[in-house]
C-alpha cells in the first residue's frame, strides 16, 4: 500500500510516504532553532511551527515521491503521545486528508512508529524481538511479536529519559540544545577517565527493577562533579566528561537490553528513538550482541529522531495486515499509552 504519514508530535514537523517497506519520502522541517533559545521545547512556538510547515512539507513530500495526493491509500498520523497542541496540527491535517480523498485515516503511536520504522531500513520485523526505545520522553525494554497489535512493557525509566539526561548534561556542559549530538561529538575527542554512577544495577536495586532504567542520579553526578571541579579553579575537561557520562548511559541501556533478550530467548534486539542515534550506544550494543549471538537492528540516525517516515512505516504494516483505521472524530491524545498501537 502507498500511505503518508504525518508526525508532529514534538518540533518536527515530518511527512513521509512509504510503499510497502520502500521510503519513497521522508519531508522534515524542525522549529529546534526556535527554541533553542530557551534550553528546551516552547509547546506554543511548536504548535505554531507546525501549521506553518504542515502544506509545504506534504507537498515536498509528494514532489519527492512523485506522487499525487489521490494517489494514497491511507493517511497516518502520530495521534500521541507528544505535545497536546503539537499533535492537535498534525491529527487536524490528517482528517482533512482522509476525508477529502475517502482515504482511511489510522492515529498511531509515536513510540510504536520508533520501531516500525526499522522495516523500511531491514525489511519485516522478525515474529519476537525485543524493542529498546530510548528518546526524549522515554526508555524502554518492549517485547514486540507483531506491532500493529501491540508491545508488552519489560521496564521503562523510573525517573529522567536517557534523551533528557544526554540534554541536562549538555546544558551543565555548556553545549547546545538538543544536547544529544552535542554530546555524541564531543565524546569523540574525549577518554573515559571518570566512573559515573549506573543506575538501577546493584544487587538490591536489580531484584526490583532488573529492566528498569534511572538516569536522574547519573545527571545530578554530571553536575556535582562538575560544580568540585569549578570551585577548584581547574578547567572543566568537557571532552571526557561527556565520553564518561556517554559511557554511563550505553553500559546501562546495553546491559540491560542483552539481559531482558537472552532471559526472554530472543535472538535479535531492535534499537529505535532519538538516543538510537547515539554513535556509541550503536557501536556498543553491535560488540556486546556479537559476543552473544544476538542480532541488532537500528535504523539510520535520521531515522532514529522524529520524522513522518516512521508513521508512514506503521500505517502501511496496519493497512497491509487489515487493522482497523481509526474514527474521523479521532483525538489527540498526549498522555496515549505505550501498549495502544491505533487510537
Ligand atoms: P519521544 O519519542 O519520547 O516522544 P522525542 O520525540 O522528543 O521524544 P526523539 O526525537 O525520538 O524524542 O529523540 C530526541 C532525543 O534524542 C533528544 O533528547 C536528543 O538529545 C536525543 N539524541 C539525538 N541524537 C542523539 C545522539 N547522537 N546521541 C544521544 N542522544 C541523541
Ligand atoms: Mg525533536
Ligand atoms: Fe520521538
Not at 177 to 199: E, K, L, N, S
Not at 247 to 276: P, Q, Y
Request: glycine share 10%; proline share 5%; charged share 20%.
Amino acid at each position: 500500500p502507498l500511505v503518508l504519514g504525518i508526525e508532529t508530535s514534538c518540533d518536527e514537523t515530518g511527512v513521509g510516504i512509504v510503499r510497502g517497506h520502500t521510503l519513497l519520502a521522508d519531508a522534515v522541517a524542525s522549529s529546534v532553532e526556535e527554541h533553542a533559545r530557551f534550553g528546551g521545547v516552547v509547546p506554543e512556538v511548536a504548535s505554531r511551527a507546525h501549521l506553518e510547515a504542515m502544506v509545504p512539507t506534504i507537498q515536498r513530500a509528494c514532489d519527492t515521491a512523485g506522487i499525487a495526493l489521490r494517489d494514497v491509500d491511507a493517511i497516518a498520523v502520530t495521534s500521541g503521545p507528544g505535545l497536546a497542541g503539537a499533535l492537535l496540527v498534525g491529527v487536524a491535517a490528517a482528517k482533512s486528508l482522509a476525508l477529502a480523498l475517502d482515504k482511511p485515516l489510522y492515529g498511531v503511536n509515536h513510540l510504536a512508529s520508533h520501531v516500525a520504522v526499522d522495516q523500511l531500513e531491514h525489511g519485516a520485523l522478525p515474529d519476537r524481538c525485543l524493542a529498546m526505545l530510548v528518546s526524549g520522553g522515554h526508555s524502554s525494554l518492549l517485547l514486540v511479536d507483531d506491532i500493529t497489535l501491540g508491545v508488552t512493557p519489560l521496564g521503562a525509566t523510573i525517573d529522567d529519559a536517557a534523551g533528557e539526561a544526554f540534554d541536562k548534561v549538555a546544558r551543565v556542559l555548556g553545549l547546545p540544545f538538543p544536547g544529544g549530538p552535542h554530546i555524541d561529538r564531543a565524546a569523540r575527542d574525549g577518554q573515559i577517565t571518570i566512573d559515573f554512577p549506573r543506575g538501577l544495577s546493584n544487587r538490591k536495586d536489580l531484584e526490583r527493577h532488573r529492566f528498569d532504567f534511572s538516569f536522574s542520579g547519573l545527571k545530578t553526578a554530571v553536575a556535582r562533579w562538575i560544580e568540585a571541579r569549578e570551585a577548584s579553579g581547574e578547567p572543566v575537561p568537557v571532552a571526557d566528561v561527556a565520553a564518561s557520562f556517554q559511557e554511563a548511559v550505553c553500559d546501562v541501556l546495553t546491559r540491560k537490553a542483552m539481559d531482558a533478550a537472552i532471559s526472554n530467548n530472543i535472538d535479535t534486539i531492535m534499537i529505535g528513538g532519538g538516543v538510537a542515534a547515539n554513535s556509541r550506544l550503536r557501536a556498543l550494543a553491535q560488540s556486546r550482541a556479537e559476543e552473544r549471538g544476538i542480532t541488532i537492528r537500528v535504523p539510520r540516525p535520521g531515522l532514529c529522531t522524529d520524522n513522518g517516515a516512521m508513521v508512514a512505516a506503521l500505517g502501511s504494516e496496519l493497512v497491509a495486515r487489515g487493522r482497523t483505521p481509526s474514527a474521523l472524530d479521532l483525538p489527540a491524545d498526549s498522555s496515549l499509552p505505550v501498549t495502544t498501537v491505533v487510537a
